[in-house]
C-alpha cells in the first residue's frame, strides 16, 4: 500500500492583508447578497468573480420550490461571466454568505479577536459550486478564492486546495476554450 497525503492551506486574513481587488470583490459579494432569492433555505449567498479581461461579475442564490432548478451565487456569476465573456478564465472569486436579515460585521483591521481555527471551520463554496470553479479556472489549481462569513473573518485559499481531487474538461481531454 502506499499513502499520498496532501496539505490544505487556508489563510486567515483582517482587512489590511487584502489587495484594493479582493476587498473591491467582497464588497460586490456581500452586495449580491442581498438581492438573493432563498424563500426555503433562508440562506442568502453572494459572489463576485474577476474574469481575465479585469472584469468583477456577481451572482446571487436564486432557489425555485423545484430544487434542482435552483441557481447557486457561484454558479450564476459564472454564468454571467461566459454570457458576457464567452470561455473565460476565472481569476478570483469572492463568496458572502448568511442567513437572510442577518447583517454581516465588517471584517476586523487585526487579527486580535480571531479565535483557534481549523481547515474544516471554513465554507469556500458547495462540491457543485467548486467543480464549476475549477472548470472556469482553466485548470489552473492557483485561483484563488475569498470567503466572509457573518463575523466579517475572511479566509482565501486555492481552488486547488478546496477542490483537490478536480473532475473537469481536463478528464476528459476537452480544451473549454475550443468551444
Aim: with cysteine; charged share 20%; proline share 5%.
Amino acid at each position: 500500500m502506499r499513502t499520498i497525503e496532501r496539505t490544505i492551506r487556508v489563510e486567515i486574513l483582517n482587512r489590511t492583508e487584502l489587495s484594493l481587488d479582493e476587498l473591491e470583490l467582497i464588497r460586490r459579494a456581500a452586495a449580491a447578497r442581498r438581492n438573493a432569492q432563498a424563500p426555503y433555505s433562508h440562506y442568502q449567498v453572494g459572489a463576485a468573480v474577476l474574469s481575465e479581461s479585469g472584469t468583477i461579475y456577481i451572482g446571487c442564490n436564486v432557489e425555485n420550490a423545484n430544487f434542482t432548478s435552483t441557481t447557486h451565487a457561484e454558479q450564476n456569476a459564472i454564468s454571467s461571466m461566459i454570457a458576457y465573456e464567452g470561455p473565460a478564465k476565472v481569476l478570483e472569486m469572492a463568496i458572502v454568505g448568511a442567513p437572510k436579515g442577518q447583517e454581516i460585521k465588517q471584517p476586523p483591521a487585526s487579527a486580535s479577536s480571531w479565535r483557534d481555527y481549523e481547515v474544516n471551520d471554513f465554507c469556500f463554496a458547495c462540491g457543485h459550486c467548486l467543480g464549476i470553479t475549477w472548470e472556469n479556472s482553466m485548470v489552473d489549481p492557483n485561483v484563488k478564492l475569498l470567503r466572509m462569513d457573518m463575523e466579517g473573518v475572511i479566509a482565501r485559499t486555492t481552488i486547488g486546495d478546496a477542490f483537490p481531487m478536480p473532475f473537469g474538461p481536463e478528464s476528459l481531454g476537452v480544451d473549454i476554450r475550443e468551444g
